[in-house]
C-alpha cells in the first residue's frame, strides 16, 4: 500500500465539553452508520442510473457473528491485514472476556481497544487481542493490574454509540470518552477524546493479551512523545479442558510504536499490584492460566494528557512481528504523519472496495446483499499479513527470514480443520496470487518447523488444534484450482513425507485429545491397520481421524495425477477408500454408520449414531456423511443412492417433515461446526439435486442473516462466512484437491466473479428471487448442461451459466445415472 498523501494540517487546539464532544462522536457515528434507511438503498448497481455505483463496503456490517457464538469482532481491520484494532470486552474478570476473540454484542464493558484479533475462532478467550490501549477518564491511583474485575480502569457502552465499518471503529464510552480507529495492513490512526474537565489518560495494558503472556514490556518516552513495547504471548486454546495445558506457550511478540501529537501531562507504569507513578519502564507478564492463578499479575504504562482546552489526542501507531524497528518502518511506508482519521479510512473502504467488487451482485433485497457481502467480507479477512513492509518475518524456528524473491508476503493464521472445506476454494476461486502466497508461506512454516505441517497455525505458531492433516488438502486444492505462484514440487514432496513417514510425535499423546501433536497420529500403524485405531491412536478420535486422512489422502492424489506422478496417485488413491475401513454395515438395526474401532478390529461400543465417542466435535450421524471424496461408494455401502438420499432426508428433517437445519440434535444436521457443512449438497451426487436447491434455501434464509447473530456459530476464519458465498452463488466445492462445482440455485439475478489475469465467472439466474428457489434448466457457456456439478474449467478459465428457475421441483433435471458427481 502507498502511503496516504493528505494535505497538510497542522494541529490547532480545540476545546470541547462533553456535551460537545459527544456530539462530535454522534455526528461522526452518524456518517460512519453502514446501513442508511433510504430508498436508494435499495437500488442496485445496475439500476442506480442516476447514481454512483453501490459502494459494497457500505453494505458490509461488521457486527454480524458478534452474537450467538460467531465470535467476529467489529473493529479496523484491511483484507488479510496485520493489525486489526477492536474491542476487548469484559463481564468482570480481568483474565477473560465476553466471548473468544475479544468482544460478544451483548458484553458492553471494555479495558481496552486491543492491535490484533483472529475472525471467529472458538477456544475462549480466542487468539491475541494484544496491548489493549484504554481512554481512562480519572486520577490513575492504583495499578490496572490489581484491578482483576475490571471495576475501576474499564468502562460501559451503549450500541447507540459505537459504528463499525470496514477499516474504522468508533465508540463512545460512558466514561464520556470516546475513541475513532482507522488502520492501513500494518499501522494505525485514533483520535481519543476526552471530557476536558476530569483527568484523561491512555492505558497501555502491554500483558493483557486475552491469553495471558509470558512477558511483556513498555517504554515512555515523554521527550518525543512515544510509547513504545511489545508483549510476548501465544498460549491458543490454551485454556481448553482436553489438553490445553500442552498449549500454555509463546510462539510470537508482537512489538508496537505509538506516537502522538501532543505531549504528555503525566507519565507513569505498573507491575502487577505496584503502581510507579513518574516512571517510564515496567515489564512483567501475567502467564497463562485464568482466574485466581492469572489475576493481579501483568505489566504496563499510561500517559496523561492536559484536556482543559484541548480536549482531541491524536494518535498513530506501528506493529511488528519483527522488532520496534520494524513497527516504526510499517507505520512511516503506510500513513504520511499528517494523515488523519478519516484519510485512512477512506483509503481502507477503497481497499475494502476493491476486494469486495470481485464479486458483483445485482439484485435482491438489500438485507440479501448486506448478508452476502458481509460474508465475504469475513471469508477475506485472512489470512493474515506477518511480515513486515520490507519482507522480514519471524518464522517458526524463531529465526528472523527475508521473503524470497516472488513471495508477495507472508501469511499465517491457518485454520486446518475448518478453512479447507470451503474457505480455501473461495481464496482459490477470487484471490489466486494470495492463495499462492499463502501456500508458500505455509510450506515456508513447515521447513522451519523440520518438515511438519501443523493443523493450525497462529502467527509463527504451531498450536496443532484439531484433528487430520488439512495441510494436503488445502494445498492440493490450490493447485487444482489454478494456483502457481509457490513451489509445488517441494510443498507435494513434504506432504507426501508427512503422510508416508512416521514422525515421533506421531506416538505422543502430549496436547489429546483437542492439540495432540502428532499431525499423522501413529502412522505406522494407520499405514497396517488401514485405519486410525481408537486405542492406540494418539489422536482426537480415531473415526473422525481415518476420515480426515482419507480426505487429505484423496487430494493428495489428485495433485499427484496433475502432476504426472501416477505412482503416488495410485497409492494414495487407495488410501482415500480407508473411509470404508470405519464404516459398520450393521451398527444399527437401521443401517450402517461411520464407527471407531480398536487395534484387534473389534467395533468401539457402545455405539449409538449420536454418540461422538471417536470423533472431533461431531457425532457418527455428522460424520457418517463426511466422505466427499466418494459420496457413490457411500451410497453404495449404505444400499443405494435411494435408501441414502431417504437417510439424508432424516439428517434435515424431523420425524414429522419439519426443517431440522438449526443445529441442537446429534441426529441432523449441525450448521454451527465444519465436519457435516458439504451434506446439504450431497442430494446433487445422489441423483436427486432438487432436494441440495431446497435445504441450501432453506439454511440461507433460516440459518444466517442480518444483525449481531447472523451466522450460525464460530466463523473459524471466515469458513462459514465462505459458506455462505458459494451457496448464495449457487456453486459449491465438489471436494477437496479438485476445481470441480456442484451447482444449486443462486439467490441473485446476476452475478459476476471478475477475477484479475484470468477470464470472469457471470451467473445468470432472471428469475432469481425468495419463491423461485428450483433449477428447471442449466446453460453454460451457451449450451444446455444437464449435470448438477460442472469440471474444472470453469474455475480455471471463466464461463457463463444461464440459469432456468422455477417455484417447484424439477424432479427430472440433472438426474441421469450416469452424469451424476463422483
Known sequence: MRPLRPPHRPRTARRLGTRSAVALLTAALALAAPFPATAASTATAATAADGPPERPSSLVDPLIGSANGGNTYPGATLPYGMIAWSPTSTTGDQTSTGAANGYQYNATRIRGLSLTHVNGAGCNPGAAGDVPIMPFVGDVTSSPSADTKDAVYAADFSHTDEAAVPGRYTLGLKSGAGADLAVSKRAGVADFTFPADRPASLLFRVSNSLNGSEDAHVDIDAAHRKVTGWVLTGAFCGRRANGGTNNRKSYYKLYFSASFDRAFSSVGTWKDGTLSPGATSASGGEGYATGADRAGRGSGGWVGFDTTSDNDVHMRIGISYVSLDGAEANLRDEIEPDASVADTAEAGARAWDRELRTVRIDGGSTARRQTFYTALYHALMQPNLISDADGRYRGMDQAVHRLARG??????????????????????????????????????????????????????????????????????????????????????????????????????????????????????????????????????????????????????????????????????????????????????????????????????????????????QGTSATYTWMVPQDVRGLADAMGGREVAAARLDGFFHKADGSWSVRGGDPLRYDPTNEPGIHAPWLYNALGQPWKTQATVRQILDTVYGTGPSGLPGNDDLGTMSAWYVFSALGLYPRTPGSASMLLGAPVFPHTVIDRAGREDITITAPDADDTHLYIDAVRLDGHAHRQSWTNARLALSGGTLTYHLTDQPDTAWATDPTDLPN
Open 407 to 616: 513471495q508477495r508476503a507472508q501469511y499465517s493464521n491457518f485454520s486446518g480443520w475448518d478453512q479447507y472445506r470451503a474457505q480455501i476454494q473461495l481464496l482459490a476461486l477470487l484471490k489466486p496470487t494470495v492463495a499462492g502466497d499463502f501456500a508458500q508461506s505455509l510450506y515456508n512454516f513447515a521447513r522451519q518447523n523440520n518438515g511438519v505441517w501443523d493443523r493450525w497455525v497462529h502467527i509463527s505458531g504451531a498450536t496443532h488444534v484439531m484433528t487430520g492433516d488439512p495441510s494436503a488438502a488445502t494445498l492440493a486444492t490450490f493447485y487444482a484450482m489454478g494456483v502457481r505462484n509457490f513451489d509445488y514440487e517441494g510443498a507435494f514432496d513434504s506432504l507426501v513425507r508427512q503422510a508416508t513417514v512416521p514422525h515421533p510425535d506421531g506416538l505422543s499423546d502430549a496436547g489429546c485429545p483437542g492439540q495432540c501433536v502428532g499431525q499423522r497420529p501413529n502412522l505406522a500403524q494407520y499405514l497396517t491397520s488401514h485405519y486410525a485405531a481408537q486405542d492406540v491412536c494418539h489422536c482426537w478420535g480415531g473415526a473422525a481421524e481415518t476420515l480426515e486422512d482419507a480426505v487429505a489422502d484423496s487430494a493428495l492424489a489428485k495433485w499427484a495425477r496433475l502432476l504426472g506422478r501416477d505412482a503416488e496417485a495410485e497409492a494414495f488413491t487407495e488410501r482415500a477408500a480407508y473411509w470404508r475401513n470405519v464404516f459398520n454395515p450393521v451398527a444399527t438395526a437401521d443401517g450402517g454408520y461411520i464407527q471407531a474401532r480398536d487395534l484387534d478390529g473389534s467395533w468401539v461400543t457402545p455405539f449409538a449414531p449420536g454418540s461422538d465417542l471417536g470423533f472431533a
